[in-house]
């Protein structure tokens, strides 16, 4: 697995970065947020460490920038501040974990572990194949007892593959995963390691080649030979059925996109007939601002297909026919150079690219499909929507004008709303009505989708209680990705919270905290009913007390993560204990997260709501 660091320190960093290779880790580290900003957004990682400066924040600033570009990459937050209000604040901004300098080393590589278990878990903790064995928190690997000494990349390998058994990988998706981005390996370098590791496994007694090449494609993990063949047509058939969904979605897609070439030259032919009576001075009010409404559309559908740079020309035409109070020669020239720009633009675009996620689940807590009402008037970016969400489980609707969006939400309430600032009728303002649903309906999230990019606009929505300011052009994908997420955080209210200690004191006061955040709070005094009581909710989340009489926390985290049902359930220490050796025991038998008594009551609401979202979240 792949870890970034970010830390200007190499007095700290050295350390860390030397104990995570020794247990198979591949480290990459940058010195500055920007860099580690840059390598975020063009390489995988499974896990991130940022360190707090206490002047800068840096490490904060990064956290906030990769939340909020959508990335559900674990982050762990490294500070000398320790104070309740810094952790909160780190925890707000996004991080999954607050370590305080100076750090014990195992306690955060024991934090490190937790977080990348719960990321990647699977049925059981140690990955299988047959008789072969991987032990992610040990690092070992044995197959029929053996110990088989393997290299950090052909153990990376080996994980990679055992991790994702069904998928392919290609070269430049394994060096991506195992290799840093100051190694500069050819693809070339992947055969060679994949040679070594099937060579190792044959001299183990693998008499199976269990990296099976997939010719022109890739490598992918060899089914067991234990497997029935059954199993094997069920996993066929649901790959048919992804691929069939993912084809369909294409298809109707490639429909909408040559439906909108075909409109393109009448586009750009208003366009043209704007620069004329720009250049002539002749300007026909009635004509310029059609040309300003084709304009705005074009920044989101032309974007809904990928076409980052068409956008983004139609973005400075509707802001160059936005300005114009005055019809000079200057701007005609400049709008003729634009409208080229444009038509070459689209000409040379690329032919479209499968951008519709696989067949994935509806969002969690969802007994039909949620509700998202799209209030735009672009109806090519409106059909590109409603084809997509079908592959997320969403119901899409969608209103071409505020009076159509007021009727629709008033017949059907939708779960989320997606409105664009801007109309062809230009008395109408989202604005306008993101007032009334703030103070009609405050119960339902509304997404800003606009190419208005003001800071103006962008404090206004937040004052009138916009859940989201999405700036086009943006793809159906990230769309629709941002509106699941905001879903799963709206049924927040609904989860489940189980509490163990034999503290009564404590039990009332977290049934006092967490009660008015909408969670359902079940406390048990007597650990001895635990399993009862545990079958008999279903908690979201489980908070345990270390010490207790007849059974300890430690003990009951230990029977729920041997139990398939339960492997999956975050679970959060509440402990007096401060000691080194207490901490690494908590996270060795499944901890998520370890809050130090007495507790400081932000930072364990921040912690249980963090935990809760981001369970919601990974599911979706």
Known sequence: MKILIVDDDPVTASPL???????????????????????????????????VTPQKLDGIHLCQKLRHQGSQMPIILVSPKGSSADRIRGLEAGADDYVIKPYDLCELIARIRALLRRRHSTISKVLTWEKLRLEP????VMYKGKLLH???????????????????????????????????PGEEAVTTQIKGLRQK??????????????????????????????????????????DTSEAKVMAAVAKIWQKFKESLPEKLDVFRQVSLTLATGTLNQQLYEHAKMEAHRLVGSLGSFGCAEGSQIAREIEQLLQTQTKATPPDAQKLKHLIDSLQQAIATKPALVQVAPPVCDPPTFSTSP??????????ILTQHIEIEAKAWGLQVNSAPHLQAAKRAIALHPPDVILLDLTFADTQENGFELLAELANQHSEIPVF??????????????????????????????????????AINQQKLGEAKVLV??????????????????GLKVTTLAHPQRFWDVLEAVSPDLLILDVEMPEYSGIELCQVVRHDLRWNNLPVLFLSAHTEV???????????????????VEPELITRVLNRLERRSSSSS
């Open 150 to 184: 393997l290299t950090p990349k052909e153990y990376g390998l080996l994980e990679l593959f055992l991790r994702h058994p069904r998928r392919i990988f290609s070269r430049s998706a394994i060096l991506n995963h195992i290799w840093s981005s100051d190694e500069f």
């Open 201 to 242: 496994l044959k001299a183990a007694g693998i008499k199976i080649n269990l990296i099976e090449t997939v010719y022109g494609v890739g490598y992918r993990l060899k089914d067991a030979p234990t497997q029935e063949q059954e199993d094997k047509k069920i996993r066929e058939n649901v790959e048919i059925y992804h």
């Open 370 to 379: 949620a509700q998202l009402l799209v209030i735009d008037d672009d109806q």
């Open 500 to 517: 163990v200690d034999d503290d009564e004191q404590i039990l009332a006061l977290l049934r006092h905290l967490l009660q008015p955040w």
């Open 448 to 485: 800003i989708f606009s190419s208005q990019n003001h800071l103006s606009s962008r404090v206004k929505a937040a004052r009138l209680g916009a859940a989201t300011f999405l700036q086009k052009p943006m793809t159906p994908p990230e769309i629709l990705h941002a509106v699941t997420q």
């Open 581 to 599: 050796q207490t901490v690494q025991q908590v996270f060795t038998v499944g901890a998520d997260d370890y809050v130090k008594k007495p507790i």
């Open 17 to 51: 970065i030397e104990a995570l290779t020794a247990h198979n880790y591949t480290i990459e580290a940058a010195t500055n947020p920007d860099h580690g900003l840059e390598l975020a957004q063009t390489s995988h990682y499974d896990l991130a460490v940022l360190d």
């Open 137 to 140: 928190d040990t690092g070992e």
